[in-house]
């Protein structure tokens, strides 16, 4: 019989989404900074660099949905989901740490060879933990709106994380003698915060509500399915993966646009971020208010203009001006508020969706193909950009002499690129309709049919 026990205290939700800290961590770290590493402290070639940093994307194809339906099918005394929080938050931090301790005079391929492979493992240590956590979203709170105040709490958590590893993150890789030494102290102090804040979540989710059901055979084509043909889900992942490629290409840009562009110093990028997201964390509760008014999707539609927008003055912003740039990304910070809180509350929505239609409720595969969604967005955005640096002449190694042409296509690289994806998720969210008045509908609809599976069960 199906079991929800409650909804969550605001004890256990605050708890849980401190787990978030250690994920926005290793999610802001490889985005923003890791091609970085790769070209200017390694002095990897960029298509070589960016290639290292896709190919453990494409393995995240294989074992995110696999961990997702591990955790559907689990049975222990703790939890379907908790097991796994323990085992990848005890992992993920020294992994991801383990990235930066190549040898820096090794030749290139062993160097590719080293940072692919932990980086591979890391990122499936990080999905042992990701997945399964996310996918306590659906259980935590089955209301509508709960649910956005309950991805509130978790997009904060994601900001604070945000924050503390953009600004500490070029502090501490600039503060030894090299970068490849820098980034080896920064693989350590960011592994033991990874470690720590997931343990706190695996601790502080003891009691919250779960969901258990009949245990079903496994059958990987009824899965892949399933997902495919969840409507909602499949128009959703679609907008996400066009988001978190727009937000991967900048990203990563960003120091180079700084750094070669513009021609200040690495350390300003973590102010520049971090000011994008303070905006976003105290932005994040009126978007959670304005949900409650306009609902999910016009606020995510608002959201994604918004951020859209402020991609294109970076590209006539002249050097001695680069300040501007706070202003710019603060104003984008705003939007990402919106573009981070409605997707991430409106996802658990999609479970329901899929149990009125097959009667099974996976809630682990559907966030393990959206935990897919956001790594191989951010991903392959750092592979565009790899690409792109490769294709306007961009030289590898800190202090390397840029033509022109590498300048200027580096700007183009951080507006343009993301203009199109921007545009492109705004198009597709278009055709979303799991409004909240369908979602009580198939709530109450659910209702029936697990009453009537009681009822038959008891006869």
């Given at each position: 019989?199906?079991d929800?026990?409650?909804q969550?205290?605001?004890?256990?939700?605050i708890?849980?989404?401190v787990?978030?800290?250690?994920?926005?961590?290793?999610?802001?770290?490889?985005?923003i900074?890791?091609?970085?590493?790769?070209t200017?402290?390694?002095?990897?070639?960029?298509?070589?660099?960016?290639?290292?940093?896709l190919?453990?994307?494409?393995?995240?194809?294989?074992?995110?949905?696999?961990?997702?339906?591990?955790?559907d099918?689990?049975?222990?005394?703790?939890?379907?989901?908790?097991?796994?929080?323990?085992?990848?938050?005890?992992?993920?931090?020294?992994?991801?740490?383990l990235?930066?301790?190549?040898?820096?005079?090794?030749?290139?391929?062993?160097?590719f060879?080293?940072v692919?492979?932990?980086?591979?493992?890391?990122?499936?240590?990080?999905?042992?933990?990701?997945?399964?956590?996310?996918?306590?979203?659906?259980?935590?709170?089955?209301d509508?709106?709960?649910?956005?105040?309950?991805t509130?709490?978790?997009?904060?958590?994601?900001?604070?994380?945000?924050?503390?590893?953009?600004?500490?993150?070029?502090?501490?890789?600039?503060?030894?003698?090299?970068?490849?030494?820098?980034?080896?102290?920064?693989?350590?102090?960011?592994?033991?915060?990874m470690?720590?804040?997931?343990l706190?979540?695996?601790w502080?989710?003891?009691?919250?509500?779960?969901?258990?059901?009949?245990?079903?055979?496994?059958n990987?084509?009824?899965?892949?399915?399933?997902?495919?043909?969840?409507?909602?889900?499949r128009?959703?992942?679609?907008?996400?993966?066009?988001?978190?490629?727009?937000?991967?290409?900048?990203?990563?840009?960003?120091?180079?646009l700084?750094?070669?562009?513009m021609?200040a110093?690495?350390?300003?990028?973590?102010?520049?971020?971090?000011?994008?997201?303070?905006?976003?964390?105290?932005?994040t509760?009126?978007?959670?208010?304005?949900?409650?008014?306009?609902?999910?999707?016009?606020?995510?539609?608002?959201?994604?203009?918004?951020?859209?927008?402020?991609?294109l003055?970076?590209?006539?912003?002249?050097?001695?001006?680069?300040?501007?740039?706070?202003?710019?990304?603060?104003?984008?910070?705003?939007?990402d508020?919106a573009?981070?809180?409605?997707?991430?509350?409106?996802?658990?929505?999609?479970?329901?969706?899929?149990?009125?239609?097959?009667g099974?409720?996976?809630?682990?595969?559907?966030?393990?193909?959206?935990?897919?969604?956001?790594?191989?967005?951010?991903?392959?955005?750092?592979?565009?950009?790899?690409?792109?640096?490769?294709?306007?002449?961009?030289?590898s190694?800190?202090?390397?002499?840029?033509?022109?042409?590498?300048i200027?296509?580096?700007?183009?690289?951080?507006?343009?690129?993301?203009?199109?994806?921007?545009?492109?998720?705004l198009?597709?969210?278009?055709?979303?309709?799991?409004?909240e008045?369908?979602?009580?509908a198939?709530?109450?609809?659910?209702?029936?049919?697990?009453?009537s599976?009681?009822?038959?069960?008891?006869?």
């Amino acid at each position: 019989m199906t079991d929800f026990r409650g909804q969550a205290s605001t004890r256990v939700k605050i708890g849980w989404a401190v787990g978030e800290l250690g994920v926005a961590t290793f999610v802001g770290l490889t985005m923003i900074y890791m091609l970085f590493f790769l070209t200017q402290a390694l002095r990897m070639p960029p298509m070589l660099a960016g290639i290292a940093l896709l190919i453990p994307r494409l393995w995240d194809v294989m074992i995110d949905p696999l961990i997702g339906t591990a955790s559907d099918r689990t049975r222990t005394r703790v939890g379907r989901r908790r097991p796994f929080l323990l085992a990848g938050g005890l992992t993920f931090g020294a992994l991801f740490a383990l990235i930066f301790f190549v040898d820096e005079s090794a030749a290139t391929a062993t160097k590719f060879i080293y940072v692919t492979a932990f980086y591979i493992l890391s990122s499936t240590a990080y999905s042992i933990f990701d997945v399964p956590y996310s996918a306590m979203a659906a259980e935590i709170t089955t209301d509508y709106r709960g649910r956005t105040e309950l991805t509130g709490y978790k997009m904060i958590a994601a900001r604070i994380g945000i924050v503390l590893s953009v600004t500490v993150g070029p502090l501490l890789f600039t503060s030894q003698a090299t970068l490849a030494t820098g980034f080896r102290l920064l693989g350590i102090v960011s592994g033991a915060f990874m470690t720590a804040t997931c343990l706190v979540a695996f601790w502080a989710t003891r009691d919250a509500p779960h969901f258990e059901g009949p245990m079903h055979q496994f059958n990987a084509r009824e899965e892949i399915e399933a997902v495919v043909r969840n409507r909602p889900f499949r128009i959703l992942w679609t907008v996400f993966l066009l988001q978190n490629l727009a937000i991967g290409a900048s990203a990563t840009t960003l120091v180079y646009l700084i750094t070669i562009v513009m021609r200040a110093d690495a350390k300003v990028v973590g102010p520049l971020i971090a000011t994008s997201a303070v905006v976003a964390l105290l932005a994040t509760p009126l978007w959670v208010f304005i949900s409650k008014c306009a609902g999910k999707r016009a606020g995510y539609f608002c959201g994604i203009a918004l951020t859209a927008t402020m991609t294109l003055p970076a590209l006539i912003i002249q050097p001695d001006y680069y300040m501007v740039l706070f202003l710019i990304l603060a104003i984008a910070g705003f939007g990402d508020a919106a573009n981070q809180l409605f997707p991430n509350s409106m996802i658990p929505d999609t479970v329901e969706v899929d149990e009125a239609r097959t009667g099974l409720r996976r809630e682990g595969a559907i966030f393990g193909a959206w935990s897919f969604c956001r790594k191989l967005g951010m991903a392959a955005g750092a592979f565009l950009v790899s690409t792109g640096l490769w294709s306007v002449g961009f030289v590898s190694g800190s202090g390397a002499a840029q033509s022109p042409e590498a300048i200027h296509g580096i700007r183009v690289i951080y507006c343009v690129l993301p203009l199109i994806l921007w545009l492109g998720a705004l198009l597709t969210l278009r055709y979303y309709d799991l409004t909240e008045d369908r979602f009580d509908a198939i709530k109450s609809q659910l209702a029936v049919q697990r009453n009537s599976t009681a009822a038959a069960k008891d006869c």
